[in-house]
C-alpha cells in the first residue's frame, strides 16, 4: 500500500513540475473527454462473433475507466477538463452533431457487410463510410 501511495505522489509531483508530462496527461484529458463508451458500444455491434465483441469491449471499457481513475487522482480533477472549461463545452457542443455521424456510419458499415461482392452499391455505400469517417475526424478536430 505504501508503495502505491508513492507512485501517486512521484507522479502527481511530476505533472506539478514537469511540462512534458502536464501536457501528456492532458492530451489524454481531453480525448478521454472526446470518447464516449455508448457510442463505442454500436461499433460492438459489428462484430459477427458477439461472445468475443463483448469480451473485447469490457477489456476497453475496463481500461477507460481505469484511465480515468488515474487521471483523477494524478491531477486531483474530479471530472475531465476541469482545468480547460472553455475545451469542455467545445467538446460537449460537438456532440449532438457527431452522435448522428457515429450512428450513420455504424449502418453504414452493416449495410456494407451484408451486400455482395459487385454489388453496384457497394460504391455508394463505401463513399458513405468515408464521408462519415472525415465528418467524425473534422467534428472531434482529430485524425484519428
Keep these: 500500500m505504501k508503495a502505491r501511495k508513492e507512485r501517486l505522489a512521484l507522479l502527481q509531483k511530476m505533472h506539478k513540475q514537469w511540462p512534458f508530462f502536464r501536457t501528456l496527461l492532458s492530451n489524454l484529458d481531453m480525448v478521454l473527454a472526446k470518447s464516449d463508451l455508448r457510442i463505442a458500444a454500436r461499433y460492438v455491434e459489428l462484430v459477427e462473433d458477439k461472445k468475443l465483441g463483448k469480451k473485447i469491449f469490457a477489456a476497453i471499457q475496463a481500461e477507460w475507466v481505469k484511465t480515468n481513475e488515474a487521471l483523477n487522482l494524478i491531477t486531483g480533477e474530479a ?7 472553455a475545451l469542455a463545452r467545445s467538446i460537449e ?3 449532438p452533431y457527431l452522435d448522428p455521424l457515429n450512428h450513420l456510419q455504424v449502418e453504414l458499415m452493416r449495410r456494407y457487410r451484408l451486400r ?8 455508394r455505400v463505401q463513399t458513405g463510410i468515408h464521408i462519415s469517417i472525415n465528418g467524425v475526424a473534422a467534428g472531434l478536430r482529430n485524425t484519428g
Design 79 to 85: 471530472q475531465r477538463l476541469q482545468s480547460n472549461p
Design 93 to 95: 457542443h460537438r456532440f
Design 116 to 123: 455482395r461482392e459487385g454489388d453496384p452499391q457497394n460504391a
